[in-house]
């Protein structure tokens, strides 16, 4: 079971950074947009 657990939150990690990353990306395309 604590495999499954470990998986879930190493997965959520990476879910989160490809988020971020995601967000961030489109913040910039955003800004070079506005101008």
């Known amino acids: 079971m ?9 997965w959520r990690e990476i879910y989160l950074m490809e988020l971020a ?3 961030d990306t ?4 955003y800004d070079i947009w506005r101008q």
Do not use: F
């Open 2 to 10: 604590k495999k499954v657990r470990d998986t879930t939150n190493s």
């Open 21 to 23: 990353l995601y967000a």
């Open 26 to 29: 489109i913040a910039l395309d």
